[in-house]
């Protein structure tokens, strides 16, 4: 069974703060994303990796970048925080033989 | 330009009637669809793909190719279908999926 953790449920940051959210995997998918789910707009992707140290930016990558150092490990980091990234992020890995992605359980972020 | 498009934000049945939601897609080449589910409180997840041509949870979707389309239908829904439900297109050329905008489905007791 798939599992993709997210490091936090719940975070409250204040505007300016540099935010890390972390996710990890443990079926050795080379594959990760990092979406944010808004109501009405559904789900953008942010950013993605193919493979250790590669990345590639989604359709909404302004104000944030990732960390891919180790296969199981994607960190998506918001380098000062503002309002309107206040969202729900998912993260999400990708089994290539099926194209099946798997998600995280969400991280609801809010930037006051 | 490659979109995916599902025209309502809530769909709302009673218990036993049928249901559609609708999801409409622009892509050049031969597209993959998928339809994903998301429960209160739980995870997003895949709940069925057009290639594999299953039923799950009594819901189906055909590939119409004509129409660029493929609905989600089920018969007679169930209080527990109540979900919000996403359609997804897989870009061959990077394997990213590309969602539209999600219906919530709710089914009246």
């Excluded at chain 1, 992707?45 to 930016?57: H, R």
């Excluded at chain 2, 031969?30 to 793909?49: D, G, I, K, M, T």
């Excluded at chain 2, 660029?68 to 990077?94: I, V």
Aim: charged share 25%; aromatic share 12%; hydrophobic share 30%.
């Amino acid at each position: 069974d798939v599992k993709v953790t997210q490091s936090s449920r719940y975070l409250v940051k204040r505007t300016g703060e540099k935010v890390f959210l972390e996710c990890v995997q443990d079926m050795d998918h080379e594959n990760m994303f990092w979406y944010r789910q808004d109501p009405g707009l559904g789900l953008r992707l942010i950013y993605f990796s193919y493979d250790v140290k590669m990345k590639e930016k989604g359709d909404i990558p302004e104000g944030y970048s990732v960390s891919r150092e180790k296969k199981e490990r994607f960190s998506l980091i918001l380098e000062s925080a503002s309002t309107n990234q206040t969202s729900m992020y998912l993260c999400a890995t990708l089994d290539r033989n099926t194209y099946e992605q798997y998600f995280g359980p969400g991280t609801r972020l809010t930037v006051t | 330009a490659q979109r995916v498009t599902q025209p309502e934000k809530l769909l709302s049945v009673f218990k036993g009637a049928p249901v559609e939601l609708k999801c409409n897609y622009s892509y050049s080449g031969s597209p993959e669809l998928f339809w994903y589910v998301q429960y209160s409180r739980q995870r997003l997840q895949l709940l069925l793909r057009h290639i594999s041509r299953e039923s799950i949870k009594g819901f189906t979707a055909d590939l119409n190719k004509g129409e660029t389309s493929f609905h989600l239908k089920k018969p007679f829904a169930q209080e527990e279908d109540s979900a919000m439900y996403y359609c997804a297109l897989r870009s061959s050329n990077t394997g990213k999926l590309i969602f539209g905008q999600g219906t919530t489905l709710q089914v009246k007791p």
